[in-house]
């Protein structure tokens, strides 16, 4: 199977909280990552969080690391539309391993 | 402090040309990675250079080729190229690159898109 799995698309509404969500299979990952992508860009680091951490707050952007069961979660509060972008989940162990990309959808 | 810069943005070529495309990291920064974009495969690693010297390669055929220079700069060249190598190559350059210690924090640049007729 794929090494880091996320589902395709989501839709909110402005205002609300957005939930991307991440799995990945190699638990010696030590870093995993939040990348966003906006329409002919390339990749911006939003946040990362260590292997050994189980949050990371930043702003609007949370991160949850369940490292038991391989999972990760981006939320963002207060979603904008300027939010709107594809958002890859990534891990590294040894090369940078990346998923397929969140499309987010933010309705006014 | 001027970001990662990838030359052209765009290039159209036909089946069996080459290709090579530039990245300049930032500056102070010795490895860069060369990445594959494409709908149906998503995010592929072709593979990174730190001090001139390539450290990781992924699973490309080997038209796919790169080199870095003393200044950092990274080239990537395709050979023979094919239709299935449409696709937008992303370069992204870090201070430490992969295999050491730490977050290794990649800065992409805008990606160059090529297009094979």
């Known amino acids: 199977g794929e090494d880091v799995e996320q589902s395709l698309f989501l839709s909110v509404r402005e205002g609300d909280s957005s939930v991307i969500n991440c799995t990945y299979t190699d638990s010696s990952s030590t870093y995993l990552y939040w990348y966003k992508q906006e329409p002919g860009a390339g990749l911006q680091l939003l946040t990362y969080?260590?292997?050994?951490?189980d949050m990371k707050q930043d702003q609007r952007l949370t991160v949850l690391l369940n490292k038991k069961d391989k999972h990760l979660s981006l939320r963002i509060a207060d979603t904008q539309t300027g939010d709107s972008a594809i958002y890859f989940c990534a891990a590294l162990k040894p090369n940078m391993r990346f998923g397929a990309g969140t499309r987010l959808t933010v309705k006014p | 402090k001027a970001g990662v810069t990838q030359t052209p943005r765009y290039l159209i070529k036909t089946r069996g040309q080459q290709v090579t495309l530039s990245c300049s990291p930032i500056?102070?920064?010795?490895?860069v990675s060369w990445y594959q974009q494409t709908p149906g495969q998503g995010l592929q690693f072709l593979f990174e250079?730190?001090?001139?010297?390539?450290?990781n390669k992924g699973n490309f055929p080997g038209r796919f080729s790169g080199r870095q220079f003393s200044n950092s700069r990274s080239e990537m060249n395709v050979s023979t190229l094919e239709l299935g190598d449409s696709a937008l190559y992303l370069c992204?350059?870090?201070?430490?690159?992969?295999?050491?210690?730490?977050?290794?924090?990649?800065?992409f640049g805008a990606g160059s898109r090529l297009t094979v007729l």
């Open positions: 500056s102070g920064h010795r490895s």
């Open positions: 992204a350059s870090s201070s430490s690159g992969q295999g050491f210690l730490g977050a290794n924090v990649l800065t």
């Open positions: 969080i260590f292997s050994n951490m």
């Open positions: 250079y730190f001090s001139e010297t390539q450290r």
